[in-house]
C-alpha cells in the first residue's frame, strides 16, 4: 500500500544537539511538507517543497532547515535543538495532478528536547 | 485575527448524538475546505472534502460551507465510541501552484459509550 513514512517515530535529545527527522513516501506524489504540532496551537508549517529543486520556507522556519533528497524523501533538520522545539512533527504529501490540495500525512515524529 | 478559527473544546457527548463541529475564516479567498480526522497517535487523515459553497454528505457525516458567512461545519450524525478524535478543518485559496492549507487549531471529540 502506497505509503508515508516518518523516522524516527520517538526520539528524545539534549539542548544542542544536532537532529534528523526523515520522511520517505511510496505515493508518487511530486510536493512534500513538514508540519509541527502543538496543543493549543495546531499544525504549523515549516517547510515546503513542490519538486526536488524547489524548497520554501512555511510560517515558523526558524531553527530549522530541509533537504529534498529526491522525489520520495524530504529530511527534516534541527541544526541545534533548544526545547521549545519539543512538539510532534508531521511529514505530508500531496500532487498537483493527483490529489487537487489534498494532503496525506505520516505517522508522526515525537520529539522531546531536554 | 487568525485565518481560520476552530473552538478548541475539548468536546463530550454522548453515544447517538447529533454533533456539530464549525469554522470560521477571514479569507475571502478560500474556495476549498477539508475536514481532518486525527486518532491518538497517528497523522491526520482527510474525511471531508468541499469545493465551494453548499453541502455534502458521506454516510453519518455532512460537511456545510457557507461562504456569505465564511463559516464551515461538520456534522456528525449517531455519533459512535469510534468517532472521538481531533477533528482539524483546513482550507485552501487555490489549488494548483500555490495550493497551501491553512489548518484551524482541532478540537478533541470524545463520544461516551
Known amino acids: 500500500d502506497a505509503d508515508v513514512t516518518q523516522t524516527p517515530r520517538n526520539r528524545i535529545t539534549k539542548t544542542g544537539k544536532r537532529i534528523m527527522l526523515e520522511c520517505s513516501q511510496t505515493k508518487g506524489h511530486d510536493r512534500m511538507y513538514w508540519y509541527r504540532q502543538d496543543p493549543g496551537l495546531g499544525l504549523r508549517l515549516i517547510y515546503y517543497?513542490?519538486?526536488?529543486?524547489?524548497?520554501n520556507k512555511g510560517e515558523i522556519s526558524d531553527g530549522y532547515s530541509v533537504s529534498r533528497q529526491a522525489q520520495a524523501k524530504f529530511s527534516l533538520s534541527l541544526e541545534s535543538a533548544i526545547p521549545n522545539q519539543t512538539a510532534l512533527y508531521f511529514c505530508a504529501t500531496s500532487d498537483l495532478l493527483k490529489t487537487r490540495n489534498e494532503q496525506f500525512f505520516g505517522p508522526g515524529t515525537r520529539l522531546t528536547v531536554l | 485575527q487568525k485565518e481560520v478559527e476552530q473552538d478548541p473544546g475539548p468536546l463530550s457527548v454522548p453515544e447517538g448524538a447529533i454533533v456539530s463541529l464549525n469554522c470560521t475564516y477571514s479569507n475571502s479567498a478560500f474556495q476549498y475546505f477539508m475536514w481532518y480526522r486525527q486518532y491518538s497517535r497517528k497523522g491526520p487523515e482527510l474525511l471531508m472534502y468541499t469545493y465551494s459553497s453548499g453541502n455534502k454528505e458521506d454516510g453519518r457525516f455532512t460537511a456545510q460551507v457557507d461562504k456569505s458567512s465564511k463559516y464551515i461545519s461538520l456534522f456528525i450524525r449517531d455519533s459512535q465510541p469510534s468517532d472521538s478524535a481531533t477533528y482539524l478543518c483546513?482550507?485552501?485559496?487555490?489549488?494548483?501552484?500555490?495550493?497551501?492549507?491553512?489548518f484551524g487549531k482541532g478540537i478533541t471529540l470524545s463520544v461516551r459509550p
Open positions: 517543497s513542490f519538486d526536488v529543486k524547489d524548497i
Open positions: 483546513a482550507m485552501s485559496a487555490i489549488t494548483g501552484a500555490n495550493s497551501k492549507l491553512t
